[in-house]
């Protein structure tokens, strides 16, 4: 049974920092590429982030370039993304997402 499990979101004041983390398990974590998404309601998910199997990052949307890291650890098939500088419109619900498996979603809100 495939499971992706978000954690780390919550409540923090704009320029604050969050890390998230997605515990995958019930397929090959160490062969597949993995990505953060968010989605604001009545609007598209976005594609935050991607990392290959290598740890090689693959996508940084440009909305968060310089500000957000995404990482993995196959050893402990997590993989996480690191979120500094943070603004208001960073506020969303984020996704992991493993080939076509998805997390619940762990909800961030950047609010003074």
């Known amino acids: 049974q495939v499971q992706l499990v978000e954690s780390g979101g919550g409540l923090v004041q704009p320029g604050g920092s969050l890390r998230l983390s997605c515990s995958a398990s019930?397929?090959?974590?160490?062969?597949?590429?993995m990505r953060w998404y968010r989605q604001v309601p009545g609007r598209e998910r976005e594609l935050v982030a991607s990392?290959?199997?290598?740890?090689?990052?693959?996508n940084l949307a440009d909305s968060v370039k310089g500000r957000f890291t995404i990482s993995r650890d196959n050893a402990k098939s997590t993989v996480y993304l690191q979120m500094n500088s943070l603004k208001p419109e960073d506020t969303a619900v984020y996704y992991c997402?493993?080939?076509?498996?998805w997390g619940q979603g762990t909800r961030v809100t950047v609010s003074s």
């Open positions: 997402n493993g080939r076509d498996w």
């Open positions: 990392i290959m199997d290598t740890g090689v990052v693959a």
């Open positions: 019930g397929f090959s974590f160490s062969s597949t590429i």
